[in-house]
Each structure stands twice: as structure tokens, then as C-alpha cells.
């Protein structure tokens, strides 16, 4: 199995420009998260999926963010407009039980 | 408010050694505990699990306890060596959500040769 893929590894982008990150969980996982990590507040949940169904979304910091989950093999989180607070470390993680993380997105908003 | 907290950001110890990291949460309803493993440029990886039905868990080098009186954890490494060099993240998950983990900051271990 190849794990959970998520693309691109690294995205740099200009303040105000729209960003989407993309993540490809486990075949048979029916749990998919979005994790965003910082220094200052560490590994925070964003939002999750249930069987492509959003469940809590209470970690999403405002409505310039955006997550769906069309099928049960992609998922996307999307930042409209992004802005430099918003740099940090996007994970995707997929879960039948135990919660396997993607590699990450590092995001560098300019 | 953090409710799982690691409050030791960095770690030391000597190949050979043994290598202790602790946790400790606010939270009552949660049930269950994991420890994860990050290596940089990579996402973090699942090492060892514990539920609150059991006070010790081990799976070789590493060995999870907890105290639920307390309601604290440990992880120990035993013996350490120079791979288990990583970010350690522990986590929490119960309260009625399944499948939701609240995760500490996270101890940045360093195992010296």
C-alpha cells in the first residue's frame, strides 16, 4: 500500500491567492483527516470525514477555509484568500482504527 | 486550553540508555492513549496505543504506561539508540468522539552514539 499520498509537498504563494491542497487517503480507510501544524499551537485537527461525510469541522479557522471530500478516494482543503498566518504544515491523515498520517504540505503564504 | 500536555520539549539521553517521555492530560473522558513518532520532512507514525482499561503496555524497545489517577502517561524506550531520534507526539482520544485524537506539542528526543 502506498500510504497516504498528499500533494504538493511544498506550495509558496502570494498573499491573497486561492490555495488547495489534496490528499488521497488509504483504500477501505472510511475516517479522513486534516491536521494543520505550527509552532506556537502544535498539531491541531481541522476537520474530519466519515464516509466522505464532513463530522466536526469546529477546527477550522474561519470561512477562508474549505475541505470536501467528493469520493471516497480524494479529499481536498482549500484557502480563499490565503494570508501569511496561514503558513504552516497541512496533514492528512486516514483511518480504519489507527489514524496514518501523509507526508505533509508545507505551505509558505508570502 | 491544552488538554494534552507535553511539557518537556526536548530530551537527551545516551545510546544505551534508557529514554522516558511524559505526558500528562486534563480531560477524564478520554479513554484511550497513542504515542506517535515524527522524523522531519515526514508525517508522523504510529507507535504504541494504550487503553484506559490497562495501566501497561509494551510492544519490544517500547513500553507505554499510564496512570489514570494521575492521568499521566509515560513512554519508555529501552534501550535507546540513535534512530529513535525523532519527534514524539502523545495523543488522546474518547469524550464521546471515536475517532477524534488531541495531540501534545510533542518532545523532541535525542539519542546520542
Known amino acids: 500500500d502506498a500510504g497516504v499520498i498528499q500533494s504538493p509537498r511544498h506550495e509558496v504563494t502570494e498573499m491573497g491567492q486561492e490555495v488547495t491542497l489534496r490528499c488521497k487517503p488509504i483504500s477501505g480507510h472510511d475516517y479522513l483527516f486534516w491536521y494543520r501544524q505550527t509552532m506556537m499551537r502544535g498539531l491541531e485537527l481541522l476537520i474530519y470525514f466519515n464516509n466522505n461525510v464532513p463530522i466536526d469541522d469546529s477546527g477550522m479557522p474561519e470561512d477562508r477555509f474549505s475541505a470536501k471530500m467528493p469520493n471516497a478516494s480524494f479529499s481536498t482543503l482549500k484557502i480563499q484568500p490565503s494570508e501569511p498566518r496561514d503558513s504552516a504544515v497541512y496533514f492528512c491523515a486516514s483511518s480504519a482504527d489507527t489514524q496514518y498520517f501523509g507526508p505533509g504540505t508545507r505551505l509558505t503564504v508570502l | ?113
Open chain 2, 1 to 113: 486550553d491544552q488538554q494534552v500536555k507535553q511539557n518537556s520539549p526536548s530530551l537527551s539521553v545516551q545510546e544505551g540508555r534508557i529514554s522516558i517521555l511524559n505526558c500528562d492530560y486534563t480531560n477524564s473522558m478520554f479513554d484511550y492513549f497513542l504515542w506517535y513518532k515524527k522524523y522531519p520532512a515526514e508525517g508522523p507514525t504510529f507507535l504504541i496505543s494504550i487503553s484506559s482499561i490497562k495501566d501497561k503496555n509494551e510492544d519490544g524497545r517500547f513500553t507505554v504506561f499510564l496512570n489514570k489517577s494521575a492521568k499521566h502517561l509515560s513512554l519508555h524506550i529501552v534501550p535507546s539508540q540513535p534512530g529513535d531520534s525523532a519527534v514524539y507526539f502523545c495523543a488522546a482520544r474518547g469524550g464521546g468522539s471515536n475517532y477524534k485524537l488531541t495531540f501534545g506539542k510533542g518532545t523532541l528526543l535525542t539519542v546520542n552514539p
